[in-house]
């Protein structure tokens, strides 16, 4: 790595063990031919047919008429992986085509991988009920790419190329349902800024009570090199607490909520949902904006192995208005490595996920509060 830092690409080290007359003791000898150091000329990139350049260019870390850093090289070929949208990545150092002294080119070939995906699935859970998972997705979206004919779109031929992420997500179920439609830009305009949008409804059946969400949040971000990274999110939500049901699951009316009890003449509720809950009955406008900071040294943004994510987060309600005004914090450090590979370079990983959370200001809804236990947990 020494050597390849400073461009030295055909540098060989070899290592060799000679024993001695000594028992347990082995001579080392290193061997090293150091070849000449080599500037990049130019970068051609090759096998590169439904992905357009500059979403493979903007991954590589060498530059023309800089040295030619076989670290960098390496990191290159890991960042283009981590995309998800290549496989078998390999650049090699080649001769130009005007034989410059001290010049090599690099020839960088990819496949493109399966970025487009389908998948149908159902299941059951004492949580949940029953429920469906339809998934349409695709990695190398395009959005400026419509398709010319219905033959085109059925061969995955259109909305393709340019690196965006699309998906359709549909979750319909017994007691829970959930349906979203998620874009992102991760180079908006060939920029390190990056734009996403979700959009979605929400529903949950509790025991005696339902929890319906639609809203939608936009997300801008900015890179700050490979490591750093900032993002600003604009969140907009109806939230409605409706459908009351008393011991029998039989609904209850909005004007008898509670009844007097005829003994003590007090007000009490026709079942044992708390009073807080029924109190926030009905439709509620939510709005915030968070601002975040990023450090994610992961070799992976989908599966990752190795590395840490560490990321810091004020969420502040009612900035644009609504029905709540409070301030969410938010701490979260994730850490991964890898505790076995099988020869079919299978990784077991080892996560250790750590998220601290306060409202340190106002008063926060039930529905948007901290809970142990369960999904979001």
Known sequence: DIYGHQGYIEANVDASTAYTDTPGIVDLNIT???????????VRVRGNENIQDRVL????RIYPDQTFDMVLVQKSIDRLKATGIFRNVKITPVTPSDNAAGVRDALVETDEGQTGRFSVGAGVSTDSGLFGDVSLEQQNFDITNPPHSLGEFLRGQAFKGAGQYFQILLEPGTEFQRYSVT????????SPYSLSNSAYYFTRERESWDETRVGDTATFGRRFGDVWSASLSFRAEQVSITNFQDANNNFISDSNYTMIDPNTG??????????????????HFITSIKPAVIRDTTDSRIFPTTGTRTAFAWEQYGAMGGDASFSKLIFQFDYYTPLAED????KTVLKLANQVGIVPLGDSPFCERFYGGGIGS
């Not at 260019?57 to 590589?60: F, K, L, N």
């Not at 874009?183 to 060939?190: A, K, T």
């Not at 026709?270 to 439709?283: C, F, L, P, S, Y």
């Open 57 to 60: 260019r903007r991954q590589v």
């Open 266 to 283: 007090e007000s009490v509720v026709h079942n044992d949902t708390a009073q807080e809950i029924i109190d926030n009955r009905g439709d």
């Open 183 to 190: 874009f992102r830009e991760p180079y908006l305009f060939d």
């Open 343 to 346: 020869i079919f370079q299978r």
């Open 32 to 42: 090293i031919t150091e070849g000449s150091p080599y500037l990049v000329g130019r």
